[in-house]
């Protein structure tokens, strides 16, 4: 079975700090897929990035990163410099890859506030 | 617009009744999916078509819930008898294949009360 855990359910920061949003996942798969998603208070969730589990490579898009570190089953998201606009539920999802199951098992988000 | 369309976004129903959600894909996304999103939560799977065809169900998709997706393209999530536990947003997400496997573009969602 797969899991996702987020532990933080919410954060509250200042504009322009950094801010880590935690993710650690669980699965007895080999190959998988890590996501992460926003759901800004819209309501409608917005794709951010898809690792594929063999690459540990870290990203950096604009003012946000992403850890991967499969030794500790975690996949970490970074925005540098947080803007108002940041705001938003952040989910971390696990699906498996290269099978015919397609389902994103989700943690259960965390929150972020950034304070003018 | 050329995202993920659903409908109704709102829903008030009575204990008790049949509702009916629709779900318009990416018109290129041969791959639809269902999920739900209570208060507080994030989204669980429910079923997952690829064309017409449903391949995957959840648990959660109990008796009274039934998906269709009859000509490959919209899909419509009938929930039949509806009960206050029911009440919750409903996801629609699709995808297409190849270097975006599985990268699953979602819907603004309906929600739905029973009251």
Not at chain 1, 10 to 17: A, D, G, R, T, Y
Not at chain 1, 75 to 82: D, E, G, K, M, P
Not at chain 2, 39 to 65: M, V
Request: aromatic share 12%; hydrophobic share 30%.
């Amino acid at each position: 079975a797969q899991k996702v855990t987020q532990a933080q359910t919410e954060i509250s920061v200042v504009e322009k700090e950094d801010v880590t949003l935690d993710c650690v996942y669980e699965t007895r798969d080999t190959t998988y897929y890590l996501f992460w998603y926003k759901q800004p208070p819209s309501g409608e969730l917005v794709f951010l990035i898809r690792r594929n589990s063999f690459d540990e490579q870290n990203e950096i898009s604009g003012r946000y990163s992403w850890n991967f570190q499969k030794s500790t089953s975690s996949f970490n998201f970074t925005i540098t410099a947080s803007q108002v606009v940041d705001s938003a539920v952040y989910f971390c999802a696990l699906s498996e890859a290269y099978t015919g199951r397609r389902a994103l098992t989700f943690g259960s988000g965390t929150r972020l506030q950034v304070q003018p | 617009d050329t995202g993920v369309s659903q409908d109704p976004r709102h829903k008030i129903t009575k204990r008790g009744q049949n509702v009916t959600f629709r779900c318009d894909p990416i018109s290129e996304h041969n791959r639809l999916y269902w999920y739900r999103q209570t208060l507080g939560q994030g989204p669980e799977f429910l079923t997952y078509f690829q064309n017409e065809a449903q391949l995957e169900k959840s648990r959660l998709l109990s008796d009274r819930f039934s998906a269709e997706r009859p000509k490959g393209s919209f899909s419509t999530l009938e929930i039949q008898r509806t009960e206050q536990g029911d009440s919750a947003m409903y996801l629609c997400a699709s995808s297409f294949g190849g270097e975006d496997e599985n990268i699953q573009y979602f819907g603004a969602g309906t929600r739905l009360s029973v009251l």
